[in-house]
C-alpha cells in the first residue's frame, strides 16, 4: 500500500509504503473508498493500492525558528500562520548580534532537519 501526499504550498510529495493492514485484506474498491474518504486511488490491485491526497499545507520538513518569551524555540511550519511547537534551544539570547536578534524575533524558516541543525548549531556554538 502506498499513501502519497501531496502538500499544496510547498510543492512536494511524500509517500509511504506499508503492508496492506490485515483488515483490509479482502476489501473491493468500493470498500477503500469508504475508509479512506477524501483520498484518491491512483491504483487499485491484487498485489498494491496506492492512494493519493491533497494537502493545503507545508510538508512536515518546513521550520521556523522564533523567539518567544525569551527563549528560541522550533516550530515545525504547517502554513505561513499556523506552527506546531517542537522544541526550545537553551542558549543565552543576549550575547547574540543584534541583526540574528531581529532575524530571530520575525522568526527564520529553513526546509530540512540538516539546514534546521546547522542553524541551530550555529546559535549554540
Known amino acids: 500500500m502506498v499513501i502519497k501526499k501531496n502538500f499544496k504550498l510547498c510543492g512536494h510529495t511524500t509517500e ?26 491512483e491504483k487499485f490491485t491484487q498485489e498494491e493500492v496506492v492512494l493519493s491526497k491533497e494537502i493545503e ?3 512536515d520538513s518546513h521550520y521556523v525558528l522564533k523567539i518567544e518569551e525569551e527563549k528560541l524555540k522550533i516550530y515545525n511550519q504547517i502554513t505561513k500562520d499556523k506552527c ?8 543565552q539570547l543576549e ?3 543584534s541583526l540574528e536578534l ?8 529553513v526546509y530540512g532537519e540538516e539546514e534546521l541543525n546547522n542553524l541551530v548549531e550555529n546559535y549554540t556554538s
Open 95 to 97: 550575547l547574540l548580534p
Open 57 to 59: 499545507a507545508n510538508c
Open 102 to 109: 531581529a532575524e530571530l524575533e520575525h522568526g527564520i524558516e
Open 16 to 41: 509511504n509504503k506499508m503492508n496492506i493492514p490485515i483488515e483490509m485484506v479482502n476489501y473491493t474498491k468500493s470498500d477503500v473508498e469508504k475508509k479512506y474518504t477524501g483520498w484518491n486511488i
Open 84 to 91: 506546531n511547537y517542537i522544541d526550545e534551544i537553551n542558549i
